[in-house]
């Protein structure tokens, strides 16, 4: 485990999957503990792809792959390469067993930075492929609800209206559902989560508040450059909602499975790199 302090703050980050364990901010935890109960992760990295695959598989050059939802970075270790009071900075590369799922060579940096009550989490993946690589990334923190998500709201930085795509298992049907009608303010309900996640699609807004309407605590994201959005909590009374800035979105259900044209995949070129940056930013009132 990597701890970081910076100020009233303290981060810890586990190397496997170079996942965000804990925001403890002035007496105050911000992020979900992992009860088992409902759900043992906490902040998984989801790298390369972003949700399920139809028949959790895809095809490149007429090559059949399985790749499980989410695919494979949550559950490898990282390498700590860099660690400093408030910057921990850690990486990820292909090997043999990766390119049996993922037939590619590449590296994933993840770098936390902590300044008092504020963390910024930068992800950048490089192709080391002589040809183009296919990939998505994305975030999926869960944000402690000690007293459960209906007493919070997700305040959205412009006006936003809000179809969230059905899902189909893993998969997303073609239809919506009208979540939010020209409105920045969604007072969160458990019963948005009986079938699985919200999922939108290329908001207005940059970031989102994650407020507690009683006393004022909460968190902002900042997620610039992200096209797709998800909220999701496993079921009623689950302690926590997951905010989830991702650059990749699942399979739809009649997808064609082949990766180049898969919606929202990210494709870069033989030694490109792709940064993305978003934020957290503790709120306390």
Known sequence: MVEL???GTTVKI????????SIFHNGTEFIWTGDPKFWTGR???LFPICGGLKDDAYFWNGEKYCLPKHGFARHSRFMTEKKTENTAEFSLCSNTESKTNYPFDWKLKVTYVLNDGELNIEYCVTNLSSG???FSIGAH???LCPDGIEEYDIIFEKEETLDSYILDGNLLEHNTIRILDRGRMLPLKYDYFEVDALVF???NSNSVVLKNRVNGRGVKLSFKNF???LLWTIKKDAPYICIEPWYGIQDSVDSNQDLLDKEGIIKLNSGESKTLIHTITLIEE
């Open 201 to 203: 699609k290329h908001l």
């Open 5 to 7: 302090k910076n100020g």
């Open 43 to 45: 902040a998984p990295i």
């Open 227 to 229: 096209p797709y959005f």
């Open 14 to 21: 586990n190397e496997v999957g170079a996942e965000l364990q």
């Open 141 to 143: 923190e869960a944000y």
């Open 132 to 134: 183009i690589m296919p």
